[in-house]
Every structure is written in C-alpha cells, then in structure tokens.
C-alpha cells in the first residue's frame, strides 16, 4: 500500500516573483520587461510585487538584503579576536550565498555587465557591505588615534580583495574553487592588516604573495580601492 503523499509546498511568493522576473530579463532583456510582464507570468497582482519588492532591480538581486543581515548578526556576534580576520570572514558569507547557486549568478553576472542600470544597482549594494565592515572595525579600532581611517581602508581593501576574486569566477563561467581564490585574495588583506602584521609578527615566506602600499591619509577612498584591485590583478 502506498503512503499518500500532502501537496507539493509552495515556493515563497519573493522566490516566485524574482524567478519570474529573471527569466523574463533573460528572455527579452531587462528595459523590455515590464512589472506587469513580471505579475502576469507569476500570476498575481501589482500590489504583491511591490510588496516584497520596491523595483525591477531589487529583483534582480533578491538575495542580498538576507546576506546583509547575516552580516550583520556575525559581526554583532564575533569575539575578541582579530578584527581583520572577522572581517575576511563575514566578506566569506557573500562568497557562499553566490556559490550557493552557480548558475543564477553568472547569469546575474552577465545580465549585470550589459544593464548599466543594474551595474550602478550591485555598486550600491556592495557600498552596503563595506559600511557594515567599516562600523564594526570602527567600534573595534575605536581607541586608536587613526581608528575611524583604518577600519575605511580595511574595509575598502576586504571589498577589493573579494570581489576580484568573485568576479574572475563569474567571468570563468563559475569554472574553479572560487572559495579558493577569495581565501588567497583575502590572504593578501589579512598580511598587511592583521594582528601578525601589525604587531610585527611572523614574516610571510618570501614565495608568498604580498602586497604592502603607503597611502596618505588624504587619499581619496576609490585611489585606495583602485590601487588595492590593481595589485591583486597583477
């Protein structure tokens, strides 16, 4: 006799509406697709969409207001440890939550890189996560005399150092251990800004990959960011 099963459970109505309006950017192209095009092949009302969703670009990116939480509750929760490395590890959580699913997001990606739209969207979203870094290692630095310049720069280099790792796997197609190479990326942060490093602790061998830069404290954000990317491509 066979066990009578219940019916399916259904998909939350965010994950619906963001999979249709993804497949509807993928099929006539982001400017083409309307909010009514969305609810139509989702089959509700206006009203339900912008009820989890304020735009078409929030759709687009409907998991990074989770991820941001996540953020926020590990660095609210981390311990007394190396600020740096805390940092590096909640930079890791983004890592998972696009390895988690390697075929949206090189599609996103992709979708991302022709929508200039869009790619002004993700620059927002990323500023996000770097001002949730630096407040944590502001509030960790709080008592150093150059505390608030070195959780920005810390921070800016955390971001740098993860998304070019990132980005060189979504331009692969998701092909290789993208967990790899973020963890060798932020490598490089965490010699020149960890407690090792600032303490003049242990020496790295001299075949590691280091990058070590003097910047002024006038220096403007993006000139540290851009010198921090350009290293890291080198």
Same mark, same amino acid.
């Given at each position: 006799?066979?066990?009578?099963? @219940?019916?399916?459970?259904?998909?939350?109505?965010?994950?619906?509406?963001?999979?249709?309006?993804?497949?509807?950017?993928?099929?006539?192209? +982001?400017?083409?697709?309307?909010?009514?095009?969305?609810?139509?092949?989702?089959?509700?009302?206006?009203?339900?969409?912008?009820?989890? +969703?304020?735009?078409?670009?929030?759709?687009? +990116?409907?998991?990074?207001?989770?991820?941001?939480? &996540?953020?926020?509750? +590990?660095?609210?929760?981390?311990? @007394?440890?190396?600020?740096?490395?805390?940092?590096?590890?909640?930079?890791?959580?983004?890592?998972?939550?696009?390895?988690?699913?390697?075929?949206?997001?090189?599609?996103?990606?992709?979708?991302?890189?022709?929508?200039?739209?869009?790619?002004?969207?993700?620059?927002?979203?990323?500023?996000?996560?770097?001002?949730?870094?630096?407040?944590?290692?502001?509030?960790?630095?709080?008592?150093?005399? &150059?505390?608030?310049?070195?959780?920005?720069?810390?921070?800016?280099?955390?971001?740098?150092?993860?998304?070019?790792?990132?980005?060189?796997?979504?331009?692969?197609?998701?092909?290789? &251990?993208?967990?790899?190479?973020?963890?060798?990326?932020?490598?490089?942060?965490?010699?020149?800004?960890?407690?090792?490093?600032?303490?003049?602790?242990?020496?790295?061998?001299?075949?590691?990959?280091?990058?070590?830069?003097?910047?002024?404290?006038?220096?403007?954000?993006?000139?540290?960011?851009?010198?921090?990317?350009?290293?890291? &491509?080198?």
């Amino acid at each position: 006799m066979t066990e009578a099963r @219940g019916p399916a459970k259904k998909a939350p109505m965010r994950e619906v509406l963001a999979e249709a309006a993804f497949q509807l950017f993928l099929e006539r192209g +982001f400017e083409q697709t309307t909010v009514d095009d969305i609810v139509a092949r989702a089959g509700v009302g206006r009203r339900s969409f912008f009820r989890y +969703f304020p735009s078409k670009e929030d759709a687009v +990116f409907p998991d990074h207001e989770r991820c941001l939480a &996540d953020m926020t509750a +590990f660095l609210e929760e981390a311990g @007394g440890g190396d600020p740096v490395d805390a940092v590096c590890d909640a930079a890791r959580i983004v890592l998972r939550m696009y390895a988690a699913n390697p075929e949206f997001s090189v599609q996103r990606y992709r979708l991302t890189q022709e929508v200039p739209g869009l790619r002004t969207y993700e620059l927002s979203v990323v500023r996000r996560y770097e001002r949730t870094m630096a407040g944590y290692l502001r509030s960790r630095y709080a008592d150093a005399e &150059d505390g608030s310049l070195r959780a920005e720069v810390i921070a800016a280099a955390v971001v740098a150092a993860h998304n070019n790792a990132l980005r060189s796997w979504l331009r692969s197609g998701g092909e290789g &251990d993208a967990a790899a190479a973020v963890d060798h990326a932020l490598g490089l942060v965490r010699s020149g800004w960890g407690s090792a490093a600032v303490s003049g602790g242990e020496v790295p061998e001299a075949d590691d990959d280091v990058v070590v830069m003097v910047v002024s404290k006038r220096a403007p954000m993006w000139r540290v960011v851009q010198r921090v990317e350009s290293a890291l &491509d080198q």
